[in-house]
Protein backbone atom coordinates (compact mmCIF):
# COMPACT_ATOMS: atom_id res chain seq x y z
CA UNK A 1 0.00 0.00 0.00
CA UNK A 2 2.35 2.96 -1.66
CA UNK A 3 -0.70 5.36 -1.55
CA UNK A 4 -4.09 6.69 1.22
CA UNK A 5 -7.44 6.21 0.34
CA UNK A 6 -8.38 9.54 -1.06
CA UNK A 7 -11.45 11.04 0.93
CA UNK A 8 -14.33 10.32 0.74
CA UNK A 9 -14.12 6.45 0.39
CA UNK A 10 -15.98 5.32 -2.57
CA UNK A 11 -14.53 1.64 -3.58
CA UNK A 12 -15.14 -0.46 -0.98
CA UNK A 13 -14.67 -4.57 -1.31
CA UNK A 14 -15.48 -6.84 1.45
CA UNK A 15 -13.69 -9.91 0.34
CA UNK A 16 -14.23 -13.73 1.72
CA UNK A 17 -12.35 -17.00 0.64
CA UNK A 18 -9.03 -15.88 -0.10
CA UNK A 19 -8.43 -19.31 1.59
CA UNK A 20 -10.83 -21.67 0.46
CA UNK A 21 -11.27 -23.64 3.98
CA UNK A 22 -11.95 -20.63 6.23
CA UNK A 23 -15.40 -20.84 6.20
CA UNK A 24 -16.60 -17.60 7.99
CA UNK A 25 -15.59 -15.26 5.17
CA UNK A 26 -16.69 -18.21 3.01
CA UNK A 27 -20.08 -17.84 4.13
CA UNK A 28 -21.02 -14.67 4.24
CA UNK A 29 -19.49 -13.41 0.95
CA UNK A 30 -21.57 -16.07 -0.80
CA UNK A 31 -24.04 -14.70 1.18
CA UNK A 32 -23.25 -11.16 0.10
CA UNK A 33 -23.39 -12.16 -3.33
CA UNK A 34 -27.11 -13.09 -3.65
CA UNK A 35 -28.34 -10.43 -1.17
CA UNK A 36 -25.73 -7.59 -1.18
CA UNK A 37 -28.09 -4.94 0.40
CA UNK A 38 -26.13 -5.54 4.33
CA UNK A 39 -22.82 -3.98 2.55
CA UNK A 40 -24.46 -0.68 1.88
CA UNK A 41 -23.97 2.90 3.28
CA UNK A 42 -25.35 6.12 1.80
CA UNK A 43 -21.86 7.73 1.10
CA UNK A 44 -20.54 4.58 -0.56
CA UNK A 45 -21.54 0.94 -1.76
CA UNK A 46 -19.00 -1.91 -0.91
CA UNK A 47 -18.25 -5.11 -3.31
CA UNK A 48 -18.46 -8.14 -2.02
CA UNK A 49 -16.19 -11.04 -3.60
CA UNK A 50 -15.12 -14.02 -3.31
CA UNK A 51 -11.06 -13.99 -3.72
CA UNK A 52 -10.38 -17.75 -4.47
CA UNK A 53 -13.79 -19.85 -6.09
CA UNK A 54 -11.49 -22.74 -7.22
CA UNK A 55 -10.19 -23.05 -3.79
CA UNK A 56 -13.66 -22.29 -1.98
CA UNK A 57 -15.36 -25.11 -4.06
CA UNK A 58 -12.56 -27.87 -3.30
CA UNK A 59 -12.94 -26.40 0.33
CA UNK A 60 -9.08 -26.04 0.34
CA UNK A 61 -6.89 -23.22 1.54
CA UNK A 62 -5.47 -23.28 -2.38
CA UNK A 63 -5.07 -25.56 -4.97
CA UNK A 64 -1.38 -24.12 -6.41
CA UNK A 65 0.07 -21.71 -3.92
CA UNK A 66 -1.16 -19.22 -1.26
CA UNK A 67 -3.64 -16.49 -2.54
CA UNK A 68 -2.74 -14.23 0.46
CA UNK A 69 0.70 -14.11 -0.62
CA UNK A 70 0.98 -14.03 -4.13
CA UNK A 71 0.69 -10.15 -4.39
CA UNK A 72 4.13 -9.45 -4.98
CA UNK A 73 5.41 -6.95 -7.61
CA UNK A 74 7.02 -10.58 -8.91
CA UNK A 75 4.00 -12.59 -9.75
CA UNK A 76 1.58 -9.35 -10.67
CA UNK A 77 4.27 -7.98 -13.41
CA UNK A 78 5.51 -11.60 -14.57
CA UNK A 79 4.28 -12.28 -18.10
CA UNK A 80 1.25 -14.51 -18.21
CA UNK A 81 2.03 -18.55 -18.67
CA UNK A 82 -0.29 -21.18 -19.23
CA UNK A 83 1.59 -22.83 -16.62
CA UNK A 84 1.04 -20.57 -13.89
CA UNK A 85 0.09 -21.81 -10.98
CA UNK A 86 -4.06 -20.88 -10.43
CA UNK A 87 -3.77 -18.46 -7.59
CA UNK A 88 -0.80 -16.46 -9.05
CA UNK A 89 -3.81 -16.26 -12.36
CA UNK A 90 -5.96 -15.05 -9.84
CA UNK A 91 -4.22 -12.83 -7.92
CA UNK A 92 -3.48 -10.65 -11.23
CA UNK A 93 -7.14 -10.70 -11.82
CA UNK A 94 -7.67 -9.40 -8.78
CA UNK A 95 -5.17 -6.89 -9.02
CA UNK A 96 -7.10 -5.67 -12.15
CA UNK A 97 -10.67 -5.74 -10.18
CA UNK A 98 -9.17 -4.38 -7.21
CA UNK A 99 -6.11 -2.33 -7.79
CA UNK A 100 -3.93 -1.84 -9.76
CA UNK A 101 -1.77 -2.27 -6.54
CA UNK A 102 -0.18 1.25 -5.46
CA UNK A 103 -2.32 3.16 -8.34
CA UNK A 104 -4.18 6.03 -8.26
CA UNK A 105 -7.35 3.43 -9.59
CA UNK A 106 -6.87 0.78 -6.78
CA UNK A 107 -9.88 0.74 -4.82
CA UNK A 108 -9.74 2.74 -1.56
CA UNK A 109 -10.11 -0.33 1.13
CA UNK A 110 -10.26 -3.67 1.13
CA UNK A 111 -11.32 -5.57 4.32
CA UNK A 112 -10.03 -9.54 3.98
CA UNK A 113 -12.19 -12.26 6.04
CA UNK A 114 -9.86 -15.23 7.31
CA UNK A 115 -10.57 -17.41 10.19
CA UNK A 116 -7.86 -19.35 12.26
CA UNK A 117 -7.90 -22.62 14.37
CA UNK A 118 -5.42 -21.01 16.81
CA UNK A 119 -7.18 -19.16 19.68
CA UNK A 120 -6.70 -15.70 18.79
CA UNK A 121 -10.48 -14.18 18.85
CA UNK A 122 -10.99 -11.41 16.88
CA UNK A 123 -7.56 -10.00 15.50
CA UNK A 124 -7.35 -7.07 13.08
CA UNK A 125 -4.39 -7.57 10.82
CA UNK A 126 -2.59 -4.67 9.18
CA UNK A 127 0.42 -3.63 7.09
CA UNK A 128 2.37 -1.50 10.08
CA UNK A 129 1.24 1.28 12.15
CA UNK A 130 1.65 3.51 9.22
CA UNK A 131 -1.27 2.97 7.68
CA UNK A 132 -3.16 5.67 10.08
CA UNK A 133 -7.14 5.23 8.54
CA UNK A 134 -7.00 1.35 9.44
CA UNK A 135 -5.26 2.55 12.70
CA UNK A 136 -8.25 4.52 13.36
CA UNK A 137 -10.74 1.87 11.85
CA UNK A 138 -9.15 -0.74 14.55
CA UNK A 139 -9.57 1.65 17.62
CA UNK A 140 -13.21 1.86 16.04
CA UNK A 141 -13.74 -1.91 16.55
CA UNK A 142 -12.43 -1.91 19.24
CA UNK A 143 -14.80 0.37 21.21
CA UNK A 144 -17.33 -1.06 19.64
CA UNK A 145 -17.36 -4.45 21.69
CA UNK A 146 -14.59 -3.28 24.68
CA UNK A 147 -16.14 -6.48 26.18
CA UNK A 148 -14.04 -8.63 23.70
CA UNK A 149 -10.36 -7.67 22.93
CA UNK A 150 -9.91 -6.82 19.08
CA UNK A 151 -6.15 -7.47 18.89
CA UNK A 152 -4.07 -5.68 16.38
CA UNK A 153 -1.58 -7.16 14.76
CA UNK A 154 1.37 -5.48 12.48
CA UNK A 155 2.12 -8.52 10.10
CA UNK A 156 5.00 -7.16 7.92
CA UNK A 157 8.74 -7.23 8.76
CA UNK A 158 10.64 -4.10 7.60
CA UNK A 159 12.06 -4.25 4.30
CA UNK A 160 9.79 -6.65 3.42
CA UNK A 161 7.33 -6.88 0.26
CA UNK A 162 3.80 -6.62 1.22
CA UNK A 163 2.18 -9.77 -0.69
CA UNK A 164 -1.76 -9.93 0.95
CA UNK A 165 -4.65 -8.84 -0.95
CA UNK A 166 -6.08 -6.40 1.10
CA UNK A 167 -2.39 -5.18 -0.01
CA UNK A 168 -3.77 -4.33 -3.43
CA UNK A 169 -5.91 -1.31 -2.10
CA UNK A 170 -4.95 2.06 -1.08
CA UNK A 171 -5.42 0.60 2.64
CA UNK A 172 -7.25 -2.59 4.09
CA UNK A 173 -7.14 -4.65 6.81
CA UNK A 174 -7.62 -8.37 7.49
CA UNK A 175 -10.29 -9.80 9.92
CA UNK A 176 -9.06 -13.10 11.40
CA UNK A 177 -11.32 -14.44 14.03
CA UNK A 178 -10.61 -18.30 15.74
CA UNK A 179 -10.62 -20.81 17.33
CA UNK A 180 -12.04 -22.10 14.27
CA UNK A 181 -10.97 -25.81 12.56
CA UNK A 182 -11.01 -25.48 8.45
CA UNK A 183 -13.97 -26.18 6.75
CA UNK A 184 -16.09 -25.73 9.69
CA UNK A 185 -18.47 -22.74 10.85
CA UNK A 186 -19.53 -22.05 13.21
CA UNK A 187 -22.63 -19.93 14.60
CA UNK A 188 -20.61 -17.50 17.40
CA UNK A 189 -17.86 -16.51 14.99
CA UNK A 190 -20.22 -15.63 12.27
CA UNK A 191 -21.96 -13.46 14.17
CA UNK A 192 -19.10 -12.03 15.56
CA UNK A 193 -17.27 -11.60 12.09
CA UNK A 194 -20.55 -10.37 10.69
CA UNK A 195 -20.65 -7.47 13.53
CA UNK A 196 -16.83 -6.52 12.90
CA UNK A 197 -17.67 -6.10 9.21
CA UNK A 198 -20.69 -3.75 9.97
CA UNK A 199 -18.90 -1.55 12.42
CA UNK A 200 -15.77 -1.27 9.84
CA UNK A 201 -18.48 -0.36 7.39
CA UNK A 202 -19.95 2.32 9.32
CA UNK A 203 -16.64 3.89 10.25
CA UNK A 204 -16.30 4.85 6.43
CA UNK A 205 -19.44 5.98 6.43
CA UNK A 206 -18.65 8.49 9.47
CA UNK A 207 -15.48 9.10 7.78
CA UNK A 208 -17.54 10.17 4.50
CA UNK A 209 -19.52 12.24 5.89
CA UNK A 210 -17.04 14.23 7.91
CA UNK A 211 -16.69 13.02 11.27
CA UNK A 212 -13.22 13.46 12.61
CA UNK A 213 -11.20 10.97 14.68
CA UNK A 214 -8.95 12.42 18.01
CA UNK A 215 -5.56 11.50 17.89
CA UNK A 216 -4.81 8.03 20.78
CA UNK A 217 -2.46 5.55 22.08
CA UNK A 218 -2.59 2.79 20.63
CA UNK A 219 -1.22 -1.27 21.74
CA UNK A 220 -0.15 -3.43 18.99
CA UNK A 221 1.68 -6.59 18.53
CA UNK A 222 3.89 -6.79 15.95
CA UNK A 223 5.65 -9.74 14.29
CA UNK A 224 9.03 -10.57 15.17
CA UNK A 225 9.96 -14.02 13.96
CA UNK A 226 8.54 -17.40 13.54
CA UNK A 227 9.11 -20.95 15.55
CA UNK A 228 9.03 -23.96 14.09
CA UNK A 229 7.85 -27.53 15.67
CA UNK A 230 10.58 -30.32 16.70
CA UNK A 231 10.57 -32.37 14.06
CA UNK A 232 12.22 -36.01 13.46
CA UNK A 233 15.31 -36.51 10.53
CA UNK A 234 12.54 -36.77 7.99
CA UNK A 235 10.80 -33.85 9.02
CA UNK A 236 7.91 -35.28 10.54
CA UNK A 237 6.74 -33.64 13.91
CA UNK A 238 8.81 -35.29 17.08
CA UNK A 239 6.66 -32.82 19.53
CA UNK A 240 3.49 -30.76 19.89
CA UNK A 241 2.84 -27.30 21.20
CA UNK A 242 2.83 -27.57 24.62
CA UNK A 243 -0.25 -27.49 26.62
CA UNK A 244 0.66 -24.39 28.80
CA UNK A 245 1.29 -22.79 25.42
CA UNK A 246 -1.68 -23.72 23.68
CA UNK A 247 -4.92 -21.01 23.49
CA UNK A 248 -2.38 -18.48 25.20
CA UNK A 249 -2.40 -16.15 21.98
CA UNK A 250 -1.25 -12.87 22.67
CA UNK A 251 -0.30 -13.92 26.55
CA UNK A 252 3.37 -12.94 27.44
CA UNK A 253 5.90 -15.76 26.98
CA UNK A 254 8.52 -15.54 29.31
CA UNK A 255 12.14 -17.05 28.85
CA UNK A 256 12.49 -20.53 30.53
CA UNK A 257 8.42 -21.66 29.75
CA UNK A 258 7.59 -24.48 28.07
CA UNK A 259 6.62 -24.35 24.71
CA UNK A 260 6.81 -28.02 23.21
CA UNK A 261 5.72 -31.24 24.58
CA UNK A 262 8.01 -34.23 22.72
CA UNK A 263 6.32 -37.74 22.48
CA UNK A 264 8.93 -39.08 24.63
CA UNK A 265 7.35 -36.59 27.70
CA UNK A 266 10.22 -34.43 27.15
CA UNK A 267 9.44 -30.29 27.57
CA UNK A 268 11.28 -28.05 25.24
CA UNK A 269 11.80 -24.83 27.31
CA UNK A 270 11.77 -21.11 25.20
CA UNK A 271 15.21 -20.27 25.35
CA UNK A 272 14.96 -16.79 24.39
CA UNK A 273 16.18 -13.30 26.11
CA UNK A 274 13.30 -11.60 26.43
CA UNK A 275 9.65 -11.78 26.63
CA UNK A 276 7.54 -12.52 23.57
CA UNK A 277 3.53 -12.48 23.12
CA UNK A 278 2.91 -15.62 20.38
CA UNK A 279 -0.12 -15.68 18.45
CA UNK A 280 -1.01 -18.05 15.39
CA UNK A 281 0.01 -21.07 17.62
CA UNK A 282 -1.24 -24.51 16.48
CA UNK A 283 -2.37 -22.53 13.34
CA UNK A 284 -3.16 -25.56 10.91
CA UNK A 285 -2.05 -23.79 7.42
CA UNK A 286 1.31 -23.11 9.19
CA UNK A 287 2.65 -26.86 10.05
CA UNK A 288 3.75 -27.12 5.99
CA UNK A 289 5.30 -23.48 6.36
CA UNK A 290 7.50 -24.61 9.44
CA UNK A 291 5.65 -22.46 11.79
CA UNK A 292 4.60 -23.43 15.59
CA UNK A 293 3.46 -19.59 16.03
CA UNK A 294 4.67 -16.61 15.44
CA UNK A 295 6.66 -14.24 17.99
CA UNK A 296 5.43 -10.70 18.43
CA UNK A 297 6.54 -7.85 20.45
CA UNK A 298 4.41 -5.79 22.18
CA UNK A 299 4.25 -2.03 21.07
CA UNK A 300 2.13 1.33 22.33
CA UNK A 301 2.62 3.96 20.11
CA UNK A 302 0.66 7.03 19.08
CA UNK A 303 -1.46 7.55 15.99
CA UNK A 304 -2.26 11.38 14.79
CA UNK A 305 -6.03 12.41 14.62
CA UNK A 306 -7.73 12.19 11.27
CA UNK A 307 -9.50 15.41 10.24
CA UNK A 308 -12.78 15.40 9.32
CA UNK A 309 -13.83 16.55 5.88
CA UNK A 310 -16.25 18.54 4.20
CA UNK A 311 -19.38 16.75 4.76
CA UNK A 312 -19.66 14.34 1.40
CA UNK A 313 -22.52 15.42 -1.42
CA UNK A 314 -25.22 13.07 -1.52
CA UNK A 315 -25.45 10.46 -4.39
CA UNK A 316 -27.45 11.42 -7.34
CA UNK A 317 -31.30 10.34 -7.22
CA UNK B 1 -16.65 -58.50 11.26
CA UNK B 2 -18.58 -62.46 10.65
CA UNK B 3 -16.20 -64.40 12.45
CA UNK B 4 -14.63 -63.40 16.66
CA UNK B 5 -11.36 -63.22 18.49
CA UNK B 6 -9.58 -66.74 18.31
CA UNK B 7 -8.76 -66.88 22.41
CA UNK B 8 -6.10 -65.39 23.06
CA UNK B 9 -5.34 -62.96 20.92
CA UNK B 10 -2.38 -62.71 19.18
CA UNK B 11 -2.55 -60.40 16.03
CA UNK B 12 -3.50 -57.04 16.98
CA UNK B 13 -3.08 -53.87 15.30
CA UNK B 14 -3.27 -50.21 16.13
CA UNK B 15 -3.77 -47.72 12.94
CA UNK B 16 -3.43 -44.55 12.22
CA UNK B 17 -3.95 -42.24 9.62
CA UNK B 18 -7.01 -43.72 8.30
CA UNK B 19 -8.15 -40.33 7.71
CA UNK B 20 -4.82 -38.05 6.46
CA UNK B 21 -5.58 -35.09 8.65
CA UNK B 22 -6.66 -36.26 11.87
CA UNK B 23 -3.51 -36.03 13.83
CA UNK B 24 -3.39 -37.23 17.39
CA UNK B 25 -3.53 -40.98 14.96
CA UNK B 26 -1.41 -39.98 12.45
CA UNK B 27 1.50 -38.57 14.81
CA UNK B 28 1.30 -41.34 17.10
CA UNK B 29 1.71 -43.99 14.28
CA UNK B 30 4.77 -42.96 13.35
CA UNK B 31 6.26 -42.54 16.53
CA UNK B 32 5.18 -46.22 17.11
CA UNK B 33 6.76 -47.19 13.76
CA UNK B 34 10.03 -45.82 15.34
CA UNK B 35 9.32 -46.87 18.53
CA UNK B 36 7.37 -49.66 19.03
CA UNK B 37 8.22 -50.86 22.10
CA UNK B 38 5.21 -48.87 23.58
CA UNK B 39 2.90 -51.07 22.35
CA UNK B 40 3.95 -54.16 23.38
CA UNK B 41 2.40 -56.44 25.89
CA UNK B 42 3.62 -59.97 27.54
CA UNK B 43 1.25 -62.36 25.19
CA UNK B 44 1.42 -60.31 22.22
CA UNK B 45 2.58 -57.47 20.21
CA UNK B 46 0.66 -54.78 18.73
CA UNK B 47 2.14 -53.47 15.10
CA UNK B 48 1.54 -49.28 14.45
CA UNK B 49 0.23 -48.99 10.98
CA UNK B 50 -0.16 -45.54 8.88
CA UNK B 51 -3.46 -46.09 7.10
CA UNK B 52 -3.65 -43.61 4.62
CA UNK B 53 0.25 -42.73 3.67
CA UNK B 54 -0.49 -40.66 0.35
CA UNK B 55 -3.20 -38.67 2.22
CA UNK B 56 -1.32 -38.36 5.33
CA UNK B 57 1.60 -36.59 2.97
CA UNK B 58 -0.62 -34.48 1.62
CA UNK B 59 -2.47 -33.69 5.29
CA UNK B 60 -5.84 -34.22 3.55
CA UNK B 61 -8.50 -36.17 4.76
CA UNK B 62 -8.30 -38.77 1.55
CA UNK B 63 -6.90 -38.21 -1.76
CA UNK B 64 -9.40 -40.03 -4.10
CA UNK B 65 -12.15 -41.32 -1.47
CA UNK B 66 -12.94 -41.86 2.00
CA UNK B 67 -10.32 -45.00 2.93
CA UNK B 68 -12.58 -45.78 5.91
CA UNK B 69 -15.87 -46.25 3.51
CA UNK B 70 -13.78 -48.42 1.04
CA UNK B 71 -13.60 -51.93 3.07
CA UNK B 72 -17.21 -53.43 1.47
CA UNK B 73 -16.82 -56.81 -0.57
CA UNK B 74 -17.45 -54.98 -3.88
CA UNK B 75 -14.32 -53.49 -2.96
CA UNK B 76 -12.51 -55.87 -1.74
CA UNK B 77 -13.26 -58.58 -4.50
CA UNK B 78 -13.52 -56.38 -7.90
CA UNK B 79 -10.58 -56.73 -10.16
CA UNK B 80 -7.70 -54.50 -9.55
CA UNK B 81 -8.27 -51.84 -12.26
CA UNK B 82 -5.28 -49.22 -12.79
CA UNK B 83 -7.58 -46.29 -12.60
CA UNK B 84 -8.66 -47.35 -9.72
CA UNK B 85 -9.16 -44.80 -6.73
CA UNK B 86 -6.28 -45.14 -4.61
CA UNK B 87 -8.20 -45.96 -1.36
CA UNK B 88 -9.73 -48.76 -3.10
CA UNK B 89 -6.09 -50.06 -3.97
CA UNK B 90 -4.95 -49.10 -0.49
CA UNK B 91 -8.13 -50.87 0.87
CA UNK B 92 -7.00 -54.13 -0.92
CA UNK B 93 -3.35 -53.95 0.39
CA UNK B 94 -4.71 -53.38 3.72
CA UNK B 95 -7.13 -56.46 3.78
CA UNK B 96 -4.04 -58.23 3.06
CA UNK B 97 -2.15 -57.25 5.81
CA UNK B 98 -5.12 -56.88 8.04
CA UNK B 99 -7.50 -59.76 6.82
CA UNK B 100 -8.63 -60.98 4.68
CA UNK B 101 -11.50 -59.67 6.12
CA UNK B 102 -14.62 -62.06 7.42
CA UNK B 103 -11.85 -65.30 7.50
CA UNK B 104 -10.04 -66.82 10.10
CA UNK B 105 -6.45 -65.63 8.97
CA UNK B 106 -7.85 -61.86 9.99
CA UNK B 107 -6.19 -59.95 12.67
CA UNK B 108 -7.49 -60.73 16.25
CA UNK B 109 -8.13 -56.96 17.06
CA UNK B 110 -7.98 -53.19 14.98
CA UNK B 111 -8.00 -50.35 16.81
CA UNK B 112 -8.23 -47.37 14.46
CA UNK B 113 -7.29 -43.41 15.84
CA UNK B 114 -9.63 -40.98 14.37
CA UNK B 115 -10.15 -37.13 15.50
CA UNK B 116 -13.20 -35.15 14.77
CA UNK B 117 -13.85 -31.33 15.02
CA UNK B 118 -16.91 -32.07 17.16
CA UNK B 119 -16.95 -32.05 20.59
CA UNK B 120 -17.17 -35.41 21.25
CA UNK B 121 -14.59 -36.03 24.40
CA UNK B 122 -13.66 -39.62 23.65
CA UNK B 123 -16.32 -41.50 21.67
CA UNK B 124 -15.35 -45.33 21.47
CA UNK B 125 -17.04 -46.66 17.68
CA UNK B 126 -18.39 -50.36 17.25
CA UNK B 127 -20.32 -51.52 14.83
CA UNK B 128 -23.34 -53.11 16.77
CA UNK B 129 -23.43 -54.22 20.33
CA UNK B 130 -23.24 -58.11 19.17
CA UNK B 131 -19.33 -57.60 19.22
CA UNK B 132 -19.29 -58.82 22.80
CA UNK B 133 -15.38 -58.67 22.87
CA UNK B 134 -15.41 -54.89 21.74
CA UNK B 135 -18.28 -54.18 24.66
CA UNK B 136 -16.14 -54.93 27.25
CA UNK B 137 -13.58 -53.32 26.00
CA UNK B 138 -15.18 -50.29 25.96
CA UNK B 139 -16.34 -50.84 29.48
CA UNK B 140 -12.95 -51.67 30.60
CA UNK B 141 -11.73 -48.06 29.20
CA UNK B 142 -14.89 -46.57 30.48
CA UNK B 143 -14.06 -47.78 33.96
CA UNK B 144 -10.16 -46.59 33.58
CA UNK B 145 -11.37 -43.12 33.53
CA UNK B 146 -14.73 -42.41 35.05
CA UNK B 147 -14.00 -38.71 35.49
CA UNK B 148 -13.94 -38.03 31.70
CA UNK B 149 -16.91 -40.07 29.48
CA UNK B 150 -16.14 -42.51 26.98
CA UNK B 151 -19.84 -42.69 24.88
CA UNK B 152 -20.16 -45.77 23.39
CA UNK B 153 -21.64 -44.87 19.67
CA UNK B 154 -22.51 -48.18 17.45
CA UNK B 155 -22.65 -47.11 14.05
CA UNK B 156 -23.53 -49.64 12.12
CA UNK B 157 -27.42 -49.54 10.74
CA UNK B 158 -29.72 -53.05 10.73
CA UNK B 159 -28.79 -54.79 6.94
CA UNK B 160 -26.23 -52.74 6.07
CA UNK B 161 -22.20 -53.94 5.14
CA UNK B 162 -19.46 -53.22 7.30
CA UNK B 163 -17.06 -50.59 5.01
CA UNK B 164 -14.67 -49.53 8.01
CA UNK B 165 -10.88 -49.95 8.48
CA UNK B 166 -11.14 -51.86 11.50
CA UNK B 167 -13.85 -54.12 10.25
CA UNK B 168 -11.44 -56.56 8.31
CA UNK B 169 -10.21 -57.89 11.70
CA UNK B 170 -12.21 -60.21 13.82
CA UNK B 171 -12.90 -57.76 16.28
CA UNK B 172 -12.51 -54.18 16.22
CA UNK B 173 -12.82 -50.85 17.54
CA UNK B 174 -12.69 -46.92 16.11
CA UNK B 175 -11.26 -44.56 19.02
CA UNK B 176 -13.08 -41.19 18.05
CA UNK B 177 -11.29 -37.78 19.59
CA UNK B 178 -12.66 -34.47 19.75
CA UNK B 179 -12.69 -31.69 18.86
CA UNK B 180 -9.48 -31.05 17.33
CA UNK B 181 -9.44 -28.85 13.71
CA UNK B 182 -7.98 -31.17 10.82
CA UNK B 183 -4.30 -30.60 10.28
CA UNK B 184 -4.05 -30.01 14.30
CA UNK B 185 -2.06 -31.72 16.97
CA UNK B 186 -3.05 -31.07 20.63
CA UNK B 187 -1.27 -32.23 23.46
CA UNK B 188 -4.34 -32.47 25.76
CA UNK B 189 -6.00 -35.12 22.76
CA UNK B 190 -2.71 -36.95 22.56
CA UNK B 191 -2.69 -37.69 25.98
CA UNK B 192 -5.38 -39.03 26.44
CA UNK B 193 -5.65 -40.93 23.35
CA UNK B 194 -2.73 -42.61 23.90
CA UNK B 195 -3.51 -43.68 27.44
CA UNK B 196 -6.93 -45.50 26.08
CA UNK B 197 -4.52 -46.89 23.67
CA UNK B 198 -2.67 -48.30 26.83
CA UNK B 199 -5.79 -49.33 28.55
CA UNK B 200 -6.86 -50.91 25.58
CA UNK B 201 -4.07 -53.09 25.64
CA UNK B 202 -3.72 -53.94 28.93
CA UNK B 203 -7.18 -55.23 28.48
CA UNK B 204 -6.51 -57.50 25.63
CA UNK B 205 -3.49 -58.61 27.77
CA UNK B 206 -5.78 -59.74 30.98
CA UNK B 207 -7.91 -61.30 28.65
CA UNK B 208 -5.05 -63.38 27.17
CA UNK B 209 -4.00 -64.07 31.08
CA UNK B 210 -7.36 -65.64 31.75
CA UNK B 211 -9.18 -62.66 33.86
CA UNK B 212 -12.81 -63.12 33.45
CA UNK B 213 -15.03 -60.23 32.63
CA UNK B 214 -18.69 -59.97 34.47
CA UNK B 215 -21.70 -59.16 32.32
CA UNK B 216 -22.76 -56.04 32.94
CA UNK B 217 -25.29 -52.98 31.77
CA UNK B 218 -24.30 -50.93 29.06
CA UNK B 219 -25.24 -47.15 28.00
CA UNK B 220 -24.98 -46.48 24.23
CA UNK B 221 -25.72 -44.12 21.33
CA UNK B 222 -26.82 -46.20 17.96
CA UNK B 223 -26.90 -44.28 14.69
CA UNK B 224 -30.86 -43.35 13.67
CA UNK B 225 -30.16 -41.32 10.19
CA UNK B 226 -28.75 -37.83 9.55
CA UNK B 227 -29.73 -34.60 8.99
CA UNK B 228 -28.06 -32.72 6.36
CA UNK B 229 -27.83 -28.22 6.73
CA UNK B 230 -29.92 -26.25 5.00
CA UNK B 231 -28.84 -25.41 1.63
CA UNK B 232 -29.45 -22.93 -1.27
CA UNK B 233 -30.74 -23.95 -4.82
CA UNK B 234 -26.83 -24.31 -5.66
CA UNK B 235 -26.27 -26.53 -2.56
CA UNK B 236 -23.79 -23.75 -0.37
CA UNK B 237 -24.94 -23.71 2.70
CA UNK B 238 -28.06 -21.56 3.69
CA UNK B 239 -27.53 -21.73 7.15
CA UNK B 240 -25.55 -23.07 10.41
CA UNK B 241 -25.87 -25.16 13.27
CA UNK B 242 -27.26 -23.46 16.03
CA UNK B 243 -25.61 -21.82 18.90
CA UNK B 244 -27.89 -23.91 21.07
CA UNK B 245 -26.87 -27.24 19.28
CA UNK B 246 -22.90 -26.86 18.47
CA UNK B 247 -20.58 -28.89 21.28
CA UNK B 248 -23.84 -30.23 22.83
CA UNK B 249 -22.94 -33.95 20.95
CA UNK B 250 -24.66 -36.71 22.86
CA UNK B 251 -27.04 -34.34 24.94
CA UNK B 252 -30.63 -34.94 24.49
CA UNK B 253 -32.59 -33.04 21.53
CA UNK B 254 -36.26 -32.25 21.80
CA UNK B 255 -38.91 -31.69 19.86
CA UNK B 256 -39.07 -27.83 19.37
CA UNK B 257 -35.37 -27.25 19.81
CA UNK B 258 -33.35 -25.16 17.59
CA UNK B 259 -30.96 -26.89 15.32
CA UNK B 260 -29.97 -23.97 12.27
CA UNK B 261 -29.34 -20.60 12.58
CA UNK B 262 -30.00 -19.34 8.98
CA UNK B 263 -27.85 -16.09 8.20
CA UNK B 264 -31.34 -14.51 7.73
CA UNK B 265 -31.40 -14.72 11.38
CA UNK B 266 -34.40 -17.33 11.24
CA UNK B 267 -33.91 -20.02 13.73
CA UNK B 268 -35.09 -23.91 12.15
CA UNK B 269 -36.40 -25.78 14.44
CA UNK B 270 -36.40 -29.99 15.54
CA UNK B 271 -39.80 -30.97 13.97
CA UNK B 272 -38.87 -34.83 14.86
CA UNK B 273 -42.03 -36.30 17.41
CA UNK B 274 -39.07 -37.89 19.76
CA UNK B 275 -35.88 -36.98 21.42
CA UNK B 276 -32.38 -38.01 20.23
CA UNK B 277 -28.87 -37.33 20.75
CA UNK B 278 -26.86 -35.56 18.12
CA UNK B 279 -23.32 -36.88 17.54
CA UNK B 280 -20.53 -35.74 15.09
CA UNK B 281 -22.31 -32.11 15.10
CA UNK B 282 -20.51 -29.83 12.86
CA UNK B 283 -17.82 -32.45 11.85
CA UNK B 284 -15.87 -30.90 8.81
CA UNK B 285 -15.61 -33.97 7.01
CA UNK B 286 -19.43 -34.48 6.81
CA UNK B 287 -20.28 -31.00 4.89
CA UNK B 288 -19.29 -32.81 1.53
CA UNK B 289 -21.24 -36.04 2.67
CA UNK B 290 -24.54 -33.58 3.36
CA UNK B 291 -24.04 -34.44 7.16
CA UNK B 292 -24.87 -31.53 9.91
CA UNK B 293 -25.10 -34.07 12.64
CA UNK B 294 -25.99 -37.61 13.23
CA UNK B 295 -29.10 -38.41 15.08
CA UNK B 296 -28.95 -41.36 17.29
CA UNK B 297 -30.83 -43.33 19.88
CA UNK B 298 -29.77 -44.12 23.39
CA UNK B 299 -29.99 -47.48 24.44
CA UNK B 300 -29.83 -49.28 27.25
CA UNK B 301 -28.77 -53.56 27.06
CA UNK B 302 -27.06 -56.18 28.93
CA UNK B 303 -23.69 -57.17 27.94
CA UNK B 304 -23.19 -61.18 28.75
CA UNK B 305 -19.72 -62.40 30.93
CA UNK B 306 -16.52 -62.81 29.21
CA UNK B 307 -15.28 -65.97 30.53
CA UNK B 308 -11.82 -66.34 31.72
CA UNK B 309 -9.11 -68.55 29.55
CA UNK B 310 -6.62 -70.91 30.26
CA UNK B 311 -3.54 -69.12 31.02
CA UNK B 312 -1.50 -68.60 28.08
CA UNK B 313 1.70 -69.92 27.78
CA UNK B 314 4.47 -67.28 27.78
CA UNK B 315 5.87 -66.88 24.42
CA UNK B 316 9.20 -69.12 23.89
CA UNK B 317 12.66 -66.98 24.97
Same sequence: chains 1, 2.
Avoid at 70 to 99: C, I, K, W
Avoid at 144 to 165: H, I, K
Avoid at 294 to 314: D, I, M, N, Y
Wanted: hydrophobic fraction near 40%; proline fraction near 9%; charge should be negative.
Amino acid sequence: MCSRPEPPLRHVAVVGGTHGNEMSGVYLARYWLRAPGELQRPSFSAVPMLANPVATAACRRYVDCDLNRAFTSAFLTARAHPDDPYEVTRARELNQLLGPKASGQAFDFVLDLHNTTAGMGACLIAESAHDVFAMHLCRHLQLQSPELPSRVFLYQLPGEESYSVHSVAKSGLGLELGPQPQGVLRADLLVRMRALVAAALDFIQLFNQGTAFPAFEMEAYRKVSSVDFPRTETGDLAGTVHPQLQDRDFEPLRPGAPIFQMCSGKDVLYEGESTVYPVFINEAAYYEKGIAFLQTEKLTFSVPALPGLAPAPSPAP
